[in-house]
């Protein structure tokens, strides 16, 4: 046995989790080892290389406001920027990027390489060394040990990954890469329960076999965007991305080929995503439709490669030309990798603790797809949460926990922790319920002091958000004293601004909550001071929506309540008779750490609060009478 080298934090797995997780835990300042099936393949995009959209946007903009990486390397390396749902409330704005695959790998290869407490080693993990149910290590294919005082779980999809093509399926990861066939047995060795899942992509093709007279163009947005609060970048080279759609040729083709489709003959055996699904799967489910978009986006600025986003597939790949070549614009289309399916092993969820600590098994994390999420942000939010906490285990301190009043990375390991999932999750708006304070654009003023008090907001980052902090309210507070009145002179200004005449005296600030009202425009009649642009956002939202935003804030705090009466981890729910079976069983597995997090369980009803909250009382009044 040799004793390759021993860490305060070992984390398996290089995609999108592995990095936050590692470069969080080292900034933190503990020794950490990025253990990686292929160095080269550093936060590889397998999939569709692109960043953000509607909810993942969000995590992104909270993920950097607590001092992680994915919003500024993906603002170094992004082809194209869009805001989506402008038409909507601020709520659901969301900042999509499409980024160069290979450039985001590589700038992120480098920041990791560069990083201080960090190494990165090209190893295959095939065992955990666990002792008194706590890990103390990890031991590789070629024999070597490597002691860790936490591990962080962050391995994809290629924990006993199958390719699936037609009718081949083999043994493999992502785009070509070897799969971790003896990990699971280990898991299972110590008790964890694992779950089959699949994913696909769809074909990579060659644009210069694309005629982009027969699609529609979309541009990245005029207004260059960025995702973190620290980049400055001003100007940006877009490429566009091209819209066309399949129609009912291509629909005949993949219903006469459904035979062939391993989906349904069986070679499949995980679990697919509801939210992206197979080209095959949409014209099962929607026979109705008579047509599905798809957009065909460049992979970088260097490259030939277009992916076609919506139609992931995993038929054969005579089937997938012959599809793809009734595709307006693709007649001519030649396939430079195919699309396929993945099957792989994850783990049910709701064995982790709030902070992504497996309840069984001390100093042991798990975070990303491994979870049963899908997507790059997703994956990205839980392993700089599972860093964090990694490494604050470490060094003997308290776990981060973010509420689901916190932000999207709440709710989203709230959700996997507390309900699990029996399919790749996908986060969505529709799962925050108090999405209109979890906008994207106040993801600093929610995270930012967080980030600092566990130690990776750096002061450079800190001065910044406080000078914007101080910026807003000293402009909320102008607002609030200066009163006008109807005197002809206000009410001219009123008619030139296209607004109704005032009748009586008024704050500007309640002037600012009509409609037609900007600060650009109260700025052109009144003495006001210039603001930065994402200053006059905050101000101009906190007046618009201030009622709204009060409300919510008032749910919040009731529900804060609930969160406050922690349950004793001893209870053993099966004593306690007024809770149903069922309830009983899925406390005693989920164990949840507060009233709150018992509500939310799937299988808890109401009534069951009732006898929980009956019995927190009791106990409570127990524990004072014996002091």
């Given at each position: 046995?040799?004793?390759?080298?021993?860490?305060?934090?070992?984390?398996?797995?290089?995609?999108?989790?592995?990095?936050?997780?590692?470069?969080?835990?080292?900034?933190?300042?503990?020794?950490?080892?990025?253990?990686?099936?292929?160095?080269?393949?550093?936060?590889?995009?397998?999939?569709?290389?692109?960043?953000?959209?509607?909810?993942?946007?969000?995590?992104?903009?909270?993920?950097?406001?607590?001092?992680?990486?994915?919003?500024?390397?993906?603002?170094?390396?992004?082809?194209?920027?869009?805001?989506?749902?402008?038409?909507?409330?601020?709520?659901?704005?969301?900042?999509?990027?499409?980024?160069?695959?290979?450039?985001?790998?590589?700038?992120?290869?480098?920041?990791?390489?560069?990083?201080?407490?960090?190494?990165?080693?090209?190893?295959?993990?095939?065992?955990?060394?666990?002792?008194?149910?706590?890990?103390?290590?990890?031991?590789?294919?070629?024999?070597?040990?490597?002691?860790?005082?936490?591990?962080?779980?962050?391995?994809?999809?290629?924990?006993?990954?199958?390719?699936?093509?037609?009718?081949?399926?083999?043994?493999?990861?992502?785009?070509?890469?070897?799969?971790?066939?003896?990990?699971?047995?280990?898991?299972?060795?110590?008790?964890?329960?694992?779950?089959?899942?699949?994913?696909?992509?769809?074909?990579?093709?060659?644009?210069?076999?694309?005629?982009?007279?027969?699609?529609?163009i979309q541009p990245g947005d005029e207004e260059v965007h960025n995702f973190s609060f620290m980049s400055d970048i001003e100007t940006r080279e877009q490429l566009p991305c091209w819209l066309t759609y399949t129609n009912e040729e291509t629909h005949e083709i993949i219903r006469n080929n459904l035979h062939r489709a391993?989906?349904?003959?069986?070679?499949?055996?995980?679990?697919?995503?509801?939210?992206?699904?197979?080209?095959?799967?949409?014209?099962?489910?929607?026979?109705?439709?008579?047509?599905?978009?798809?957009?065909?986006?460049?992979?970088?600025?260097?490259?030939?490669?277009?992916?076609?986003?919506?139609?992931?597939?995993?038929?054969?790949?005579?089937?997938?030309?012959?599809?793809?070549?009734?595709?307006?614009?693709?007649?001519?289309?030649?396939?430079?990798?195919?699309?396929?399916?993945?099957?792989?092993?994850?783990?049910?969820?709701?064995?982790?603790?709030?902070?992504?600590?497996?309840?069984k098994l001390t100093g042991l994390f798990s975070a990303g797809q491994i979870n049963g999420t899908s997507g790059y942000e997703e994956a990205a939010a839980q392993g700089l949460i599972a860093g964090i906490n990694a490494a604050r285990l470490v060094k003997g301190e308290e776990a981060l926990i973010l509420s689901r009043?916190?932000?999207?990375?709440?709710?989203?390991?709230?959700?996997?922790?507390?309900?699990?999932?029996?399919?790749?999750?996908?986060?969505?708006?529709?799962?925050?319920?108090?999405?209109?304070?979890?906008?994207?654009?106040?993801?600093?003023?929610?995270?930012?002091?967080?980030?600092?008090?566990?130690?990776?907001?750096?002061?450079?980052?800190?001065?910044?958000?406080?000078?914007?902090?101080?910026?807003?309210?000293?402009?909320?507070?102008?607002?609030?004293?200066?009163?006008?009145?109807?005197?002809?002179?206000?009410?001219?200004?009123?008619?030139?601004?296209?607004?109704?005449?005032?009748?009586?005296?008024?704050?500007?600030?309640?002037?600012?909550?009509?409609?037609?009202?900007?600060?650009?425009?109260?700025?052109?009649?009144?003495?006001?001071?210039?603001?930065?642009?994402?200053?006059?956002?905050?101000?101009?939202?906190?007046?618009?929506?201030?009622?709204?935003?009060?409300?919510?804030?008032?749910?919040?705090?009731?529900?804060?309540?609930?969160?406050?009466?922690?349950?004793?981890?001893?209870?053993?729910?099966?004593?306690?008779?007024?809770?149903?079976?069922?309830?009983?069983?899925?406390?005693?597995?989920?164990?949840?750490?507060?009233?709150?997090?018992?509500?939310?369980?799937?299988?808890?009803?109401?009534?069951?609060?009732?006898?929980?909250?009956?019995?927190?009382?009791?106990?409570?009044?127990?524990?004072?009478?014996?002091?």
């Amino acid at each position: 046995m040799f004793i390759a080298g021993s860490y305060d934090v070992i984390v398996i797995g290089s995609g999108h989790a592995g990095c936050e997780a590692a470069l969080a835990a080292a900034r933190i300042g503990c020794n950490t080892l990025l253990a990686t099936l292929n160095l080269d393949n550093i936060a590889l995009m397998p999939c569709n290389p692109s960043v953000g959209g509607p909810a993942k946007g969000h995590l992104v903009r909270e993920l950097d406001a607590l001092g992680g990486e994915m919003g500024i390397n993906s603002d170094k390396t992004s082809l194209q920027m869009r805001m989506l749902n402008v038409s909507k409330g601020p709520a659901v704005h969301a900042l999509r990027a499409q980024a160069d695959r290979k450039l985001y790998q590589a700038v992120m290869k480098e920041t990791i390489e560069n990083q201080p407490n960090l190494e990165a080693k090209q190893l295959m993990v095939d065992k955990l060394l666990v002792k008194d149910q706590a890990v103390y290590g990890i031991q590789v294919e070629t024999g070597e040990i490597y002691y860790g005082k936490s591990v962080i779980l962050a391995t994809g999809t290629y924990l006993g990954g199958k390719i699936i093509i037609g009718e081949l399926a083999y043994s493999g990861g992502p785009s070509g890469q070897r799969a971790s066939e003896k990990l699971t047995d280990s898991l299972k060795e110590f008790g964890i329960r694992i779950m089959r899942f699949k994913t696909g992509t769809p074909a990579r093709v060659d644009r210069r076999s694309l005629d982009f007279s027969k699609m529609h163009i979309q541009p990245g947005d005029e207004e260059v965007h960025n995702f973190s609060f620290m980049s400055d970048i001003e100007t940006r080279e877009q490429l566009p991305c091209w819209l066309t759609y399949t129609n009912e040729e291509t629909h005949e083709i993949i219903r006469n080929n459904l035979h062939r489709a391993p989906m349904y003959t069986g070679i499949v055996e995980g679990v697919g995503p509801r939210y992206c699904p197979s080209i095959e799967s949409k014209i099962v489910r929607f026979t109705d439709k008579q047509a599905h978009q798809l957009f065909i986006e460049p992979e970088g600025y260097n490259t030939h490669e277009m992916y076609v986003q919506g139609m992931s597939t995993s038929l054969p790949i005579d089937v997938q030309y012959e599809f793809l070549k009734t595709i307006p614009g693709m007649e001519n289309v030649k396939i430079m990798r195919p699309g396929y399916a993945i099957d792989y092993d994850c783990i049910d969820s709701t064995q982790l603790k709030p902070s992504l600590e497996f309840k069984k098994l001390t100093g042991l994390f798990s975070a990303g797809q491994i979870n049963g999420t899908s997507g790059y942000e997703e994956a990205a939010a839980q392993g700089l949460i599972a860093g964090i906490n990694a490494a604050r285990l470490v060094k003997g301190e308290e776990a981060l926990i973010l509420s689901r009043a916190d932000g999207y990375i709440g709710v989203l390991i709230d959700d996997l922790v507390t309900k699990g999932t029996n399919e790749p999750y996908r986060i969505m708006t529709s799962r925050a319920e108090y999405r209109l304070i979890l906008r994207q654009d106040n993801a600093d003023l929610r995270l930012t002091e967080k980030g600092r008090q566990i130690g990776l907001v750096m002061d450079e980052r800190y001065e910044r958000f406080i000078t914007k902090r101080d910026a807003i309210s000293a402009a909320l507070l102008t607002l609030r004293s200066m009163v006008i009145t109807p005197t002809p002179e206000t009410q001219e200004k009123m008619k030139e601004m296209g607004t109704a005449e005032l009748r009586t005296g008024i704050t500007l600030y309640d002037l600012l909550r009509r409609t037609e009202i900007s600060y650009k425009m109260l700025q052109q009649h009144f003495e006001i001071p210039d603001l930065s642009p994402g200053v006059r956002q905050q101000v101009e939202i906190s007046a618009k929506y201030d009622g709204y935003i009060s409300k919510q804030l008032e749910q919040v705090q009731r529900a804060s309540k609930l969160e406050e009466k922690l349950l004793p981890s001893t209870i053993d729910y099966t004593q306690l008779s007024g809770l149903a079976v069922e309830a009983q069983e899925k406390l005693n597995e989920i164990r949840p750490l507060s009233i709150g997090q018992a509500s939310r369980i799937s299988g808890v009803s109401p009534a069951d609060i009732g006898m929980l909250m009956v019995y927190l009382e009791q106990w409570r009044r127990k524990g004072e009478g014996e002091k």
